[in-house]
């Protein structure tokens, strides 16, 4: 049997979220989607809140990640200490509140996500992912795995990626807010892309208002960072996976715009 995967760039803002909810569950529909991913990380911008969770599973998605900003809402604590569908980085200290990963039942049997951090390029400092990861890979006895890295640097990225080639079903990278051209399925049958893009407005420096960004690299005295407004888009991709092997068998980008 095979399992159909939707993972989805980071929402980005209201006007992300408001795009997500307009367009995934017909997106599902049409790809005939199983069982699907959402990075939250930035629908606040920076962050995201308990009632930006409920309308992100409203919308469609059965997983929500985070990352880097997750700690940037703090009302979002009590809600990551009841769920079990909202994934905080796993490498984070042990002591902080929330799942890192968890396994979930799907129409081909149980499927587990991982959420990690990367390191390089970061404002903080998480525990080393590639060592962890290893660790988890022995207390997961599914062969449907799925593990995001929310990383600044592609390297990295691409490092995970090899390291976990034929031990996962797919590596997926977030954070950066711009799909990269190398959607594939690596040697050893685990599905791969640096990065899977965002989800908010098309016209924009990662979901910001270009004028805003190009007076920060010119040195200018800026305001507080102003969501774009405008068209909008959705990126993502959609893996296809054997549910015997574990491996991934077809790989597609999604991008959907106005």
């Known amino acids: 049997m095979e399992l159909r995967v939707l993972t989805v760039g980071d929402v980005v803002g209201q006007a992300g979220l408001s795009y997500l909810s307009r367009m995934l569950r017909k997106l599902k529909r049409e790809h005939r989607v199983d069982f699907c991913i959402v990075n939250g990380e930035n629908t606040s911008m920076v962050g995201m809140t308990p009632r930006q969770a409920e309308e992100i599973f409203d919308a469609g998605a059965d997983v929500i990640t985070l990352g880097n900003h997750v700690w940037n809402r703090r009302e979002i604590v009590p809600y990551l200490e009841e769920s079990e569908y909202v994934l905080r980085p796993a490498n984070l200290s042990p002591q902080v509140p929330g ?5 979930y039942e799907t129409a081909a049997g149980d499927l587990a996500v991982i959420d990690l951090v990367g390191r390089c390029g970061m404002d903080f400092g998480p525990n080393n992912p590639f060592l962890l990861v290893e660790q988890m890979l022995k ?3 599914t062969k449907l795995i799925f593990v995001e890295i929310h990383a600044e640097a592609t390297s990295e990225k691409l490092a995970m990626g090899y390291m976990l080639d034929g031990k996962v079903s797919a590596v997926y990278g977030t954070h950066t807010h711009v799909p990269t051209a190398d959607l594939q399925i690596l040697p050893n049958g685990t599905g791969y892309v640096t ?5 908010g407005p098309r016209f924009s420096v990662l979901g910001v208002n270009p004028r805003q960004s190009i007076a920060t690299f010119r040195g200018e005295l800026t305001s507080r960072y102003e969501q774009a407004q405008g068209p909008c ?3 993502a991709a959609l893996f296809t996976v054997d549910s015997d092997t ?3 068998v077809a790989a597609e980008r999604i991008l959907v715009h106005d």
């Open 139 to 141: 207390r997961i006895h």
């Open 195 to 199: 990065d899977l893009g965002m989800t």
């Open 99 to 103: 799942l890192g990963w968890n396994v």
């Open 233 to 235: 888009k959705l990126e």
């Open 246 to 248: 574990g491996r991934t």
